[in-house]
């Protein structure tokens, strides 16, 4: 007989972990809160994107799944960063179409898988919430929309259930896991920029005289802006989704310094005076949606021996300025899937690997991902973070199997995240040392340079199969 799966959250890792595990047999039941979006539509109609990248790519290809997601995708082949001063230009992200992003639909993202995991087998159990567990009597309790009980017997069970896990504070209840949620202490709000070339002239105001079109499509928009920054991903049908982070707490601007749209239209107007006119339901945006919080997760444990285990933001949440949560999330249910299939009598070993494998890696993208929001932030100013950047670029191009930048090695390769972070750690050593607090790359003497590089840091690691 089939070895039995419980999954607890039919989200994004949750769905994609559910398709893989019962294309290898297992005999999968998912419980998930919320009731099923292609039902009931997804969370009240709102668009909201996120970014695809090479690692969350490469497990939908290997669950047969790239292709239909891409078809749903907007490509963004750069960042489009806007200037205070109303310039915008765009960095492209690679050499070529080959090295992009994409842009997918959450909620399109998560019906299509779920359709998958449907046809591989798997049993779907909507509205119906994690609301305890017995570990010792192999046994967790559902509440339904109404709030009723149930108790059902579950000897293996994996949390997918998201940064708020359930399971999580029932694993850490019967024994701590070593939780800390550290707050970023920033904030988000999801504005939409509908779709359409030109703005009607009501819109645009009669100072400006010129017109006004939408963004480029086929880019990740940043206003940056030191302490804070504005951000717009693409959708298929020609919107954008804007998102505002922002210090939560403190002195202006932050969201207790804006807590209306009548006082957030005055900071955008006096800070983003071009994306503002873009966002024609403003005041219905910011004061209908909610404000996000961020924070970080690290946990000791993932797993109560083989009883239970934890997966994707449930064990490892980061902050989302590398646009890595879900891909990691995706490289989770490749290395898990691939584990269990080979064991799949001895949990465990399974999740204690699982841990050791994956633990080093989410702990290395978390890094990245808090640095990145600084780098976003900032990223039009610092003469000595851009002289870096070019000698970097520089260096690339010349020996090309001894750098590379550490973005790309995130972004566009399989390399482990932990490898990625140790060796943008080197890279960045060196640099200093080249550049000794110059701000002029061309001042460096390249052919030593690269004989630097190639004396201290030995060669890449096979990007693609890393
Ligand atoms: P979730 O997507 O949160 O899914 C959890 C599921 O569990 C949900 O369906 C929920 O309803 C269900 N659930 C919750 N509690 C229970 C319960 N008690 N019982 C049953 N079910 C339950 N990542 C990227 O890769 N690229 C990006 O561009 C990106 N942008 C982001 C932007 C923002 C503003 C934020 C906040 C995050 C972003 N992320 C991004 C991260 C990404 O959203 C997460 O990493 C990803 O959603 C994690 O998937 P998950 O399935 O683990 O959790
Ligand atoms: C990506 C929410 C989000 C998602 C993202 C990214 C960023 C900033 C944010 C990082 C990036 C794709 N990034 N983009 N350009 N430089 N760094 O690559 O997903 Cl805020």
């Known amino acids: 007989m089939a070895q039995q799966i419980t999954l607890i959250g039919g989200g994004l890792v949750g769905a994609l972990l559910a398709q893989q595990l019962a294309g290898r047999g297992f005999a999968v039941d998912v419980f998930e809160k919320r009731p099923d979006p292609r039902v009931a539509g997804f969370s009240g109609g709102r668009s909201i994107n996120l970014a695809l990248a090479e690692r969350g790519l490469h497990a939908l290809r290997q669950a047969g799944l790239a292709d239909d997601v891409l078809q749903r995708a907007v490509?963004?082949?750069?960042?489009?960063?806007?200037?205070?001063?109303?310039?915008?230009?765009?960095?492209?992200?690679g050499v070529d179409d080959s090295e992009v992003i994409w842009s997918v639909s959450r909620g399109a993202l998560n019906m299509l898988l779920l359709d998958a995991a449907?046809?591989?087998?798997?049993?779907?159990?909507?509205?119906?919430?994690?609301?305890?567990?017995?570990?010792?009597?192999?046994?967790?309790?559902?509440?339904?929309?109404?709030?009723?009980?149930?108790?059902?017997?579950?000897?293996?069970?994996?949390?997918?259930?998201?940064?708020?896990?359930a399971l999580r504070a029932a694993m850490n209840a019967y024994a701590p896991l070593g939780e800390r949620v550290e707050s970023l202490g920033h904030a988000y709000k999801e504005l939409e920029i509908p779709p359409g070339g030109t703005l009607p002239a009501a819109l645009v105001g009669d100072s400006g005289g010129h017109d006004?079109?939408?963004?480029?499509?086929?880019?990740?928009?940043?206003?940056?802006?030191?302490?804070?920054?504005?951000?717009?991903?693409?959708?298929?049908?020609?919107?954008?989704?804007?998102?505002?982070?922002?210090?939560?707490?403190?002195?202006?601007?932050?969201?207790?310094?804006?807590?209306?749209?009548?006082?957030?239209?005055?900071?955008f107007q006096h800070d983003f005076p071009d994306l503002l006119p873009l966002i024609p339901d403003?005041?219905?945006?910011?004061?209908?949606?909610?404000?996000?919080?961020?924070?970080?997760?690290?946990?000791?444990?993932?797993?109560?021996?083989?009883?239970?285990?934890?997966?994707?933001?449930?064990?490892?949440?980061?902050?989302?300025?590398?646009?890595?949560?879900?891909?990691?999330?995706?490289?989770?249910?490749?290395?898990?899937?691939?584990?269990?299939?080979?064991?799949?009598?001895?949990?465990?070993?399974?999740?204690?690997?699982?841990?050791?494998?994956?633990?080093p890696n989410a702990d290395a993208i978390a890094a990245m991902a808090l640095e990145n929001y600084v780098e976003m932030r900032d990223s039009v100013a610092d003469p000595h973070y851009l002289a870096k950047r070019e000698l970097g670029a520089l260096l690339a191009g010349r020996a090309p199997q001894h750098f590379?930048?550490?973005?790309?090695?995130?972004?566009?390769?399989?390399?482990?995240?932990a490898y990625a972070y140790e060796r943008g750690r080197a890279q960045d050593l060196l640099l200093e040392q080249l550049l000794r607090g110059s701000t002029q790359a061309a001042s460096v003497d390249l052919d030593a340079a690269v004989a630097a590089l190639h004396a201290t840091l030995p060669p890449l690691p096979d990007p693609l199969h890393g």
């Open 75 to 93: 490509m963004m082949r750069g960042r489009m960063v806007h200037t205070r001063d109303g310039r915008s230009g765009l960095q492209r992200y």
């Open 118 to 165: 449907e046809a591989a087998g798997v049993r779907f159990h909507f509205g119906q919430s994690l609301a305890g567990a017995d570990f010792d009597a192999h046994r967790i309790r559902l509440a339904d929309e109404q709030g009723v009980e149930r108790d059902i017997d579950a000897p293996v069970v994996i949390g997918a259930d998201g940064a708020g896990s």
């Open 212 to 267: 006004q079109f939408a963004l480029e499509p086929h880019a990740l928009h940043i206003w940056p802006r030191g302490g804070y920054m504005c951000i717009a991903l693409p959708n298929t049908e020609g919107s954008f989704t804007v998102t505002l982070f922002l210090p939560a707490q403190g002195a202006h601007p932050s969201f207790a310094t804006l807590p209306d749209a009548t006082a957030a239209r005055a900071f």
């Open 282 to 359: 403003f005041a219905a945006d910011y004061d209908g949606h909610p404000v996000g919080t961020l924070s970080t997760l690290y946990l000791q444990r993932w797993h109560l021996d083989g009883r239970a285990l934890l997966v994707g933001d449930a064990a490892h949440a980061i902050v989302p300025f590398h646009g890595q949560g879900m891909n990691c999330g995706f490289e989770d249910t490749v290395v898990l899937a691939s584990l269990l299939a080979e064991a799949p009598g001895d949990t465990a070993e399974v999740f204690a690997e699982f841990q050791r494998i994956r633990q």
């Open 404 to 417: 590379m930048a550490r973005y790309r090695m995130v972004t566009f390769t399989h390399l482990p995240y």
